[in-house]
Each structure stands twice: as structure tokens, then as C-alpha cells.
């Protein structure tokens, strides 16, 4: 079985979500035998072709592809405001894209009703974005390495969020919260991944720059691991996701998990310590250290399911149902 793994990752793109799902399902199928696997080949007669971008390599694969195409759904049109400028119009790009797939695969039950109300005859199946446990996990040399080069002292707390800066995101309330919260740490991993497209661009600028001294912004980092290794907490404001990459990465890297509250997390991510729906309710939680403590002990156990071993397996068979319908 040959397979092609396709995803617009290039630039600032490689560091948004679905380019690292991507990369690291294409990394655990390359361990499994009966299979050969590529990513973004520019060949066309692959056994499978999955697309996990619109983009127009994407676009170009699935519409030249010889055998069975797949896409997995990362975004739906519902996500797009406040992370997008032009919303509307983008939004009007993904009936048209969506449907030329021989299957979807969708990573919640939210996503999956949306894309079923949009294309209500599309074939979906139920997947889950997977973590290489291997590479997220606690490190204390990275934790040092990453302390020392933004000078942070070893004793202080540390706030992370690694997402782009939008208000989707919640960076207003991560910045909101770290005001009311001068003696930790925060930082903000991530930039513009859209540039001139990412929603309210020269609003967020103007905030980020007026964020007090406890906040960093390092934009994106290449080795993110060392950013969850660096950290104490995670905290995730982000109003609108399907199932990020991020909550995963820093549960794999034994950090608690504080989010905004969404009715399918529980079922997602049962290792997440705790929720909230308005960001002052984040601070007694982050605040109460055996509470994060306990929480910590526990991550990295909670995503043993979303392993990329484990998934790949999963997407195998699913390859093998496909060739044989």
C-alpha cells in the first residue's frame, strides 16, 4: 500500500496545527510494515492520498490522485471568526473543497455535525489527533536551556499557551490575566500564521506591546518541546477549537492543563485539571499549587490512547477498509 500524506507546511504554515498532526501521524505510519508512505510527494498514483490542508498542493493532489482520497477535517467554517479576516468569503471555499473527497475524517462529534449539515451525503469517520510521546515529555535540560535563553529564573511559575495570536485564541484574556497575576511568569508561543489574514492583526499588536514584563512572546519556536518543558502550567482560553494539538503536547510534557470549558473535552482529554468559562475563574487554579501538582502527576498518562503509535495503527486499518470497498 502506498500512501501520500498532504499538507501545506511550509513558512509560518509548518507550525500551525494541522501541519503537525500531520507530520506526526506520517512519522508513526512510517514505522508500520505493509505500508510505504510519503509526505507531499508530487507523484500521483498513490494508493491513498490524504490531504490534511485545502490548500492548493492539496487541492492539485486530490484532484490528479489515481487512487482513494482522504481528508482530515481540521477546521470547519464555524472556527473562522476571530481567528480570520475575510471570514465570510473564505468560509465559502469549504462545500466546494470538502465535498470532492471520497471520505472525511472527523476528530469530534462537533465537527463532524457541521461538515453533515453542510454535505449531508459525505462519507465520516471518527479519528483522533495523536502526540509523539516521545518527543513531549519532561526534560530538564531543555527546561534549563529555554529558562536561561528568555531569562527566566528557575524558581519563577511559568504560564504557557502555544497557539496563534488571535482572539479566537483568547490572547486578550491570557494578557488580561497575567496583569492580575504580576508574580508569574506568561508566555505566548505562536504568531500570525495567516499574516494580513489573521482576525484583528494591528489590535492584537498593539496589546501584546503593551503587555506588562511578566508576559513573553517569543512568536514561533522551532523546538517546541522545549517550551512545555519549560513551563508549569498550561493554560488554554481559546473559545472556539475542534481538537487541538496543543492541549496534547503539554499533557504528554506532564503539565496541568487549565482551559476554557467545551462540552466534548471531558471525553477528548480526560487528563485536563480543570475549566472555566470566564478567565477570572483560571486564577484560584493557577494559584493552588497542590491542586496543579496533583494534576501533573496524572497528564502524561491521559494521552497514552493518543500516542502516534497507537493512531497510526488505526489510520492503517482504515486505509485497508477503504481499498477494499
Not at 453542510?118 to 531543555?142: A, G, H, I, Q
Request: aromatic content about 10%.
Amino acid at each position: 500500500m502506498r500512501v501520500n500524506i498532504r499538507v501545506e507546511n511550509y513558512g509560518a504554515f509548518k507550525y500551525v496545527g494541522c501541519a503537525t498532526a500531520a507530520q506526526m501521524l506520517y512519522e508513526g505510519l512510517c514505522r508500520l510494515p505493509g505500508i510505504e508512505v510519503e509526505i507531499n510527494s508530487r507523484e500521483h498514483d498513490h494508493d491513498i492520498t490524504h490531504c490534511h490542508t485545502i490548500g492548493p498542493g492539496a487541492f492539485i493532489s486530490q484532484t490528479r490522485a489515481k487512487g482513494k482520497t482522504l481528508l482530515t477535517v481540521h477546521s470547519v467554517p464555524s472556527l473562522n471568526s476571530g481567528n480570520l479576516a475575510m471570514a465570510s468569503v473564505i468560509n465559502k471555499l469549504y462545500k466546494p473543497m470538502y465535498g470532492r473527497y471520497d471520505g472525511l475524517i472527523t476528530l469530534t462529534s462537533f465537527s463532524e455535525q457541521e461538515i453533515l449539515r453542510m454535505l449531508p451525503e459525505s462519507k465520516t469517520y471518527r479519528m483522533t489527533n495523536c502526540v509523539n510521546r516521545e518527543r513531549f515529555r519532561p526534560d530538564k535540560e531543555k527546561r534549563a536551556q529555554f529558562r536561561e535563553h528568555y531569562k527566566i529564573g528557575e524558581d519563577e511559575k511559568v504560564i504557557l499557551q502555544v497557539a496563534q495570536q488571535t482572539p479566537r485564541k483568547g490572547i486578550y484574556d491570557f494578557i488580561d490575566v497575567a496583569k492580575k497575576l504580576p508574580e508569574y511568569k506568561f508566555v505566548w508561543v505562536g504568531g500570525f500564521a495567516y499574516g494580513a489574514f489573521s482576525s484583528e492583526k494591528s489590535e492584537v499588536e498593539k496589546r501584546t506591546a503593551a503587555a506588562g514584563p511578566n508576559v513573553i512572546f517569543p512568536g514561533f519556536v522551532e523546538d517546541i518541546a522545549a517550551a512545555y518543558a519549560a513551563a508549569d502550567v498550561f493554560l488554554f482560553p481559546s473559545y472556539k477549537e475542534i481538537m487541538p494539538m496543543s492541549i496534547l503536547e503539554a499533557l504528554s510534557s506532564g503539565l496541568p492543563v487549565i482551559s476554557r470549558e467545551w462540552y466534548e473535552y471531558p471525553s477528548l482529554y480526560p487528563g485536563i485539571a480543570g475549566y472555566f468559562k470566564e478567565i477570572d475563574e483560571a486564577i484560584p487554579m493557577l494559584k493552588d499549587d497542590e491542586f496543579l501538582q496533583n494534576a501533573a502527576s496524572k497528564a502524561r498518562d491521559s494521552v497514552e490512547r493518543n500516542d502516534m503509535n497507537n493512531v497510526a495503527k488505526m489510520h492503517l486499518e482504515l486505509y485497508q477498509k477503504l481499498l477494499s470497498e
